[in-house]
């Protein structure tokens, strides 16, 4: 199955992985961010919804994803908030981030942090393709 953009688990033996591919950079942000809350089996109210905007130092492909899934479990944890739309634009030295979302309603399983172990995004025939260790 060729898709644009997507996301597997992969079988890990104590921690979570999980496979991410897309297009490019935005792409890949994106559904990264979306594989982790499905992972942690992350639902949202319906309301109130809300918008957080911030920015994301830009220093290589691998710490901007460490750094922007980071953040997304951090105000998680701090706000317990969780988010479901993202707008992404990547600059020559940070990415703008416009992300949506609503409370936590309910998450059957927490993330603790997002590795470096192993990663590397690499460049394939159907674009970017990345594995991401979850600490749980």
Known sequence: MDRKAGF???EH??????QVWG???ISLLDTAARGMYVL????LASNPRFVRDFEIPFIDQESLLVDF?????FLGEDEEIAFDSFKLKLCTDNLKVQASGAPIQNQAKEIKAVTYHDMQIRETERGLVVNIVFDV
Not at 13 to 18: C, K, M, S, V, Y
């Open 8 to 10: 597997r688990e992969i």
């Open 13 to 18: 033996t104590a921690d979570w992985e999980l």
């Open 23 to 25: 297009p490019d950079i």
């Open 40 to 43: 942690a089996h992350t639902q």
């Open 69 to 73: 899934l980071s953040e997304l479990l």
